[in-house]
């Protein structure tokens, strides 16, 4: 059975940074892209960024463009995201998903695999 296990979160000032970890295992993690989605407390799931099977091309939310990178080690079957310039409203439980191609859908139907999800509170 496949686990994505997401690591990383925490607590962190405004204008602070993290780096956002996603390891799959039992997975054939490098024919897959990867995408970074978060859900604020009461909100829904809102997209955040995606990186395809070979890292090439990479996408990202307007919310977050010029201040977060997505990125890959498939010898590690680890997808990062690195986030800097943190504001209080990037508050959420970031979780990432795999699909076959580059996904920017909220569906989770659009998505094979999902992980459990990590914390970030960004303090004001």
């Known amino acids: 059975q496949v686990q994505l296990v997401e690591s990383g979160g925490g607590l962190v000032q405004f204008g602070g940074s993290l780096r956002l970890s996603c390891v799959a295992s039992?997975?054939?993690?490098?024919?897959?892209?990867w995408t970074w989605l978060r859900q604020a407390p009461g909100k829904g799931l809102e997209w955040v960024s995606a990186?395809?099977?070979?890292?090439?091309?990479?996408k990202y939310a307007d919310s977050v463009k010029g201040r977060f990178t997505i990125s890959r080690d498939n010898a590690k079957n680890t997808v990062y995201l690195q986030m800097n310039s943190l504001k209080p409203e990037d508050t959420a439980v970031y979780l990432c998903?795999?699909?076959?191609?580059?996904?920017?859908?909220?569906?989770?139907?659009?998505?094979?695999?999902w992980g459990q999800g990590t914390q970030v509170t960004v303090s004001s």
């Open positions: 039992r997975f054939t993690f490098s024919r897959y892209a």
């Open positions: 990186i395809d099977y070979d890292g090439r091309t990479t």
């Open positions: 998903a795999g699909a076959r191609v580059v996904v920017t859908s909220t569906q989770r139907r659009a998505y094979d695999y």
